[in-house]
């Protein structure tokens, strides 16, 4: 029984009623889609809703029947409440205004419904990320108030799928976790200001991209592997689940660093993950619980976007380490890492391979 504990909607009303009341309304309604989402992710393959459809997204992705739906669930639980100027969506090509017969406001919801969702067949977590704008006047939006740093972001979230269902929210005012009481229907506050620890020994990565990733990325990881015999004097341990919000959750509550860095895989592309509604909003969330979140050579959330689906590499989770790999980055820019990293100089560098600190 979870009476008595501070539910999602107590807690948002509490935290907007000053400043930004109709928020409170915009996230109770977005947690009402989580809950739809849930309830169709739990189905599996019973609710008939598994395999993918014949369709691409916008991202030249093909679509699963679960992205397809799960848009549409945060679409029609949203856009009836009145604190809407619009909608984008990591599965819309444009964004989307708000229908004639509701009302608007000044939010903007821009959002990814189902992070991960190559892995909804093989029943691994999966989850939606979202992010909320203000504008300045109610009215419909326009593609330019979409384009903003994330810095401007007035909350950020995602939802995850797993044994449990649990959302993660910012206001910034620190990072929350709720865990859904399915006897209830209510999100129950069961992480409270959540901290990333500075210190990791576990970093994430896909490292079948190794041999187009810049040198630094290649750097940090191979001294990351060699461990104790190593300069790092300890041994890592990595994961790597291919679902963002499953990484960004388990750094959340015990450390870890995460990369989607830039590679050379495919030139046209910065980066696989995309700034708006994956690298923005789990950004917020990091720094707000004490982490770190860079693209190795600039932090995420003064990145100024030039498109709405545009892309990002990713960096973040445990501060000290996030710092240590965009030194390495300053290091190879400046040259400055050429003592360390050429194959001439290893047996004679005045640096020798102790442990640093
Ligand atoms: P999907 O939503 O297409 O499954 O992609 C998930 C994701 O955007 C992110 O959640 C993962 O961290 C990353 O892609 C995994 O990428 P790889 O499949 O290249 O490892």
């Avoid at 830039?262 to 909003?281: I, M, T, V, W």
Wanted: proline residues 6%; hydrophobic residues 35%.
């Amino acid at each position: 029984m979870q009476f008595g504990r501070t539910t999602l909607s107590k807690f948002v009303i509490e935290h907007t009623r000053a400043s930004h009341g109709e928020l409170g309304a915009l996230l109770i309604d977005v947690a009402a889609a989580v809950k739809t989402i849930s309830a169709m992710v739990a189905k599996g393959a019973l609710g008939g809703s598994l395999g993918a459809l014949d369709s691409t997204n916008v991202q030249g992705e093909v679509q699963k029947k679960l992205d397809v739906l799960t848009n549409e669930a945060i679409l029609r639980h949203c856009e009836w409440g009145g604190q809407l100027a619009g909608m984008a969506s990591e599965e819309m090509d444009d964004p989307y205004p708000i229908p004639a017969e509701y009302p608007r406001g000044r939010y903007l919801l821009v959002f990814d419904p189902l992070d991960g969702s190559s892995n909804s067949d093989v029943n691994v977590s999966v989850g939606t990320i979202f992010s909320i704008f203000a504008r300045s006047t109610a009215g419909d939006a326009e593609l330019g108030d979409y384009l903003r740093p994330g810095s401007e972001q007035l909350a950020a979230g995602y939802a995850i799928y797993g044994p449990s269902t649990m959302m993660v929210l910012t206001l910034g005012n620190g990072t929350h976790g709720f865990t859904l009481d399915r006897e209830s229907g209510n999100f129950i506050l069961t992480h409270p200001a959540i901290r990333v620890p500075e210190d990791t020994r576990e970093f994430a990565i896909n490292t079948s991209n190794e041999r187009f990733w810049e040198p630094p990325v290649q750097r940090y990881v191979s001294e990351c592997k060699a461990g104790k015999s190593g300069v790092r004097g300890a041994d890592f341990n990595t994961r790597w689940i291919a679902s963002m919000v499953a990484e960004v959750h388990r750094i959340l509550i015990r450390g870890g660093i995460f990369m989607y860095p830039k590679d050379s895989k495919d030139p046209s592309r910065p980066g696989r993950l995309r700034l708006l509604y994956e690298a923005n909003p789990m950004a917020m969330l990091i720094e707000q619980a004490g982490g770190a979140a860079s693209t190795g050579r600039q932090r995420i959330l003064d990145v100024a976007p030039d498109s709405l689906h545009q892309r990002v590499p990713v960096i973040l989770g445990s501060k000290n380490e996030v710092e240590r790999l965009e030194r390495y980055h300053q290091e190879y820019d400046t040259g400055a890492d050429r003592p360390f990293v050429s194959p001439l100089f290893s047996d004679r560098s005045l640096f020798r391979d102790e442990p640093r600190a």
